[in-house]
């Protein structure tokens, strides 16, 4: 059974910085593409940032050069570490494998909720 568990969510100030974790189980990751996504209140879910499994990354336009999506093949782990943050990038985030034949191998994890205030 494949797990996302998804953390480092929480309550940031505009401007501030967040970086979420996103733990694998039941998988081995390194040979997939994986990907950040969020879901906003109203709206539908949208590709964040993605990386292979060569670590190339790319990005959405509005978060490049403010966010950076990583890989941490030997502990499974996936991290989005988000700076400058805007009160549009309020959302709930979740990491799945990237879009393609492996999106289905993992259910949608709860996410982790990514609060931003004035």
């Known amino acids: 059974h494949v797990q996302l568990v998804d953390s480092g969510g929480g309550l940031v100030q505009a401007g501030g910085s967040l970086t979420l974790s996103c733990a694998a189980s039941g998988i081995i990751v390194s040979p997939y593409s994986m990907s950040w996504y969020r879901q906003a209140p109203g709206k539908q879910r949208e590709l964040v940032a993605g990386?292979?499994?060569?670590?190339?990354?790319n990005y959405g336009g509005s978060v490049k050069d403010r966010f950076t999506i990583s890989r941490a093949d030997c502990t499974n782990t996936l991290t989005l570490q988000m700076h400058s943050l805007k009160f549009e990038n309020e959302a709930v985030y979740s990491c799945?494998?990237?879009?393609?034949?492996?999106?289905?191998?993992?259910?949608w994890g709860q996410g982790t909720q990514v609060t931003v205030s004035s």
């Open positions: 990386t292979t499994s060569e670590g190339r990354t």
């Open positions: 799945n494998f990237s879009p393609g034949v492996a999106i289905g191998l993992a259910d």
